[in-house]
């Protein structure tokens, strides 16, 4: 018997045809589209109806790199000197609020952001935590975040040697230990992979380790790649090669690698990057933040080389990134047909789910594939939203605060903006004081 019917939306599938269908109708079986259509059988009376008449039905977005914890940073007076460039940023921002995380901060700021993703109809999200204080077993707190929200999460700990040695080797510890509980527990919705900084803070040898790890797992490895000048310049000097032929060198690269960022890349990179089927995660707003400059996503995708969406832990509405997508690139080559709205919502659902080897289960809207639909009513949409206007709606006009509900699996986590998996309030309360903590640590605010 089917679970749950959607009927009379206006489905916009992210299929290969990129089929919208008016009026149509999707039927849920535990957990999975069994029927999508204008007209789809029912047998009996489904144990949930919902009419999404006059509402778009989408698949979840995908928000394919983010670090769930930075939101715990958001309008912090930080009394720094002004940073001039991507690696003061990093030496007077980020690297001090890592050091200052405990566990407790990692599962508070998970939670908190999860709650921003599924207010907002992010489904899926692939995170990295970096905090060399709170490593041994702070994937399992992060972990107990995601799978309260009710939404699904890939996670690893950023393992880096900034400092010593002997801390990347504990952070690739804390994944592995993490890939193999999961792996006993097959029903669970969020999943681990390796994370590895970036390059300029990690040697030969862990880059080599950890790839055969995740060749012995068989679960992707993600690595910050040339966001910033620092990375490019960092391999040109002690390895006379560029990023990205330094990691192909160390035999890093493959399809089950996401690179975050790819800004300064040229040509030969790109080349690589196709070559080996490495897929690349986009951060526009994140990028424009750092100034780090424009990434060359418009070629990426002429090239056919898999481009998803991240946020890089800045903000958490897919929609708002979307637009970025959609945008920046038009101003970065003086030309409005540089990324098509199709594109842009490509790279946040089924480029998503391609980049972490999930286009079979999840990113689209297609018959057997996993249940992760979100509604959107767009009742303050100034012009008609029709199959013919909904995708230019979605990356025009639409933002989180639109979607109503938000279905994981075949199990709403929001219904009509009620939200069924978390106590809003209760999480900003334990959010606020966490990150107050960790401001005054930070010498941020008085105590
Ligand atoms: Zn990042």
Known sequence: MVDLVIKNGLIVTMDKEHRIIANGSVGVEDGRIVSIGRRIKVEGKPEETIDAKGKIVMPGLI?????????????????????????????????????AMTREDAYASALISCLGFVKTGTTLFADTFSGPNAITGVLDRIAA?????????????????????????????????????????????????????????????????????????????????????????????RFGRRTVERLCDAGLLGADVVLAHCVQVNDDELDIIKRTNTKVAHNPMSDMLNAVGIAPIAKMLSMGISVGLGNDGYIFDGFENIRAAFLLHKIALRDPRAISPMEALEMATIRGAELYGLENELGSLEAGKLADIIIIDPATAPTPIRPESVVGHLVNTITGNDVETVIVGGTAVMRERKLLTLDEQETVKVARKAAEKLWQKLGAIRR
């Not at 999943?191 to 390059?199: E, L, T």
Request: with cysteine; proline share 4%; glycine share 6%.
């Open 145 to 237: 975040a995601v799978e309260q929200s009710g939404i699904r999460g890939i996670i690893a700990f950023e393992a880096t040697e900034r400092r010593t040695h002997a801390e990347g080797a504990k952070g690739t510890r804390e994944n592995e230990r993490y890939i193999r509980k999961i792996k006993k527990e097959r029903t669970s919705r969020v999943r681990g992979m390796f994370g590895i900084h970036a390059s300029f803070t990690v040697s030969e040898e862990l880059l080599r380790y950890v790839r055969e790890l995740a060749s012995r797992y068989k679960v992707p490895i993600t690595i910050h790649t040339s966001e910033g000048l620092v990375d490019l310049y960092h391999n040109y000097e």
């Open 63 to 99: 928000c394919s790199h983010t670090h769930l914890y930075r939101g715990f940073l958001r309008g912090a007076p930080l009394k720094i000197e002004p940073p001039t460039d991507f690696s003061q940023i990093l030496q007077r921002t980020w690297w001090p609020m890592d050091e």
